[in-house]
């Protein structure tokens, strides 16, 4: 695929200063970080601000219109599955797309609202690999604050490389299109600001925007407000007759169906996470986020493996 061409290509810049230069601009601006009264910030224009923020956004979106996989939804299982994926597979182009201007979902905190993260054996060893503390309660182990895994993981996944977020942004649909087989398959997602999504019913129309991937994986959650969206939304498109819908909670029963269960349900598409106990019918777990984390790296070797096995060209499976 040939590089995105950016902003910066088509504007004439200057020539990138060097570091010795950048110290000597500093000291004659008169910065300087003291902190009895005489802290002083480098000069800046408003204009700078909007134009650094411009260029590097929508260089972004012009790269990301076609990626080699979206994930849909930033909770714990969404972001267990990019980092799996990403750290795996570097060279694949990762794109997020998060409803909440807050990426995390549910993950910030434990059950009924209180700080500690209760984590199934074996879904322990993800903590090791991403450096986040414990205590052993035997079959199980607990952070002590949820927060502090999801902000340690959202942190590394957001430091590779080969992955984008794109937060405050919400999938409205899908890209349906007939493949080279004749069967229907996802094909993308189709986005718009999540401010302007929630108020379609107040304004004219507005339009929508679109990203083309050969691989979907959908973690949005169990029902609510943004939840479970793409399960529901195969149902209104005809690609599902029924939803299951989430049964009771059975914590035993409940998180290895969700991490046996992750699969790609149609032609393009992954459901990982409490999405699926909506599509299947499984039963919630409640506060516990072992198969969260479990779900979300089953869901990468999922998509790795439907790439693998697929002729793509521009962000299509052509074979």
């Not at 950016?6 to 200063?17: A, D, F, Y």
């Not at 074996?122 to 949820?146: C, I, M, Q, S, T």
């Amino acid at each position: 695929m040939a590089p995105a061409l950016t902003l910066e290509q088509v504007e004439t810049r200057p020539e990138t200063p060097s570091k010795p230069s950048l110290a000597k601009d500093a000291a004659q601006a008169g910065i300087q970080e003291n902190y009895d009264g005489q802290y002083r910030f480098a000069p800046i224009e408003e204009a700078q601000v909007s134009r650094a923020m411009i260029k590097r956004y929508f260089n972004t979106m012009y790269d990301r219109a076609i990626s080699d996989i979206v994930i849909v939804g930033a909770g714990s299982a969404g972001l267990s599955c990019a980092y799996s994926l990403a750290t795996r597979r570097p060279d694949l182009k990762i794109t997020i797309i998060e409803a909440g201007v807050a990426p995390g979902g549910g993950a910030w905190l434990g059950g009924q609202l209180m700080t500690p993260m209760v984590i199934r054996k074996p879904a322990d060893g993800f903590l090791r690999e991403l450096g986040v503390p414990y205590e052993d309660e035997g079959n199980f182990v607990v952070v002590k604050h949820a927060a502090l895994f999801t902000s340690t993981l959202l942190s590394k996944v957001l430091a590779l490389d080969n992955v984008v977020l794109m937060n405050a942004t919400a999938v409205e649909d899908l890209i349906v299109h007939e493949d080279y087989s004749g069967k229907q398959r996802v094909a993308g997602v189709v986005t718009n600001w999540t401010l302007v999504a929630l108020n379609h019913d107040t304004q004219s129309c507005m339009d929508p925007n679109t990203i083309t991937a050969p691989v979907i994986i959908s973690a949005t959650g169990h029902d609510g407000p943004m939840g479970a969206f793409s399960a529901k939304r195969l149902v209104s498109t005809g690609l599902l007759k029924e939803l299951g819908n989430m049964r009771g909670l059975d914590m035993n029963r409940a998180e290895p169906a969700i991490v046996n269960g992750t699969r790609e349900v149609v032609p393009g598409l992954i459901l990982t996470g409490m999405e699926l106990s909506e599509h299947d019918g499984s039963n919630r777990m409640g506060p516990t986020f072992g198969a969260m984390i479990g779900s979300g790296i089953k869901a990468s070797w999922e998509a790795t493996r439907i790439l693998d096995n697929a002729k793509v060209v521009n962000g299509k499976v052509v074979g």
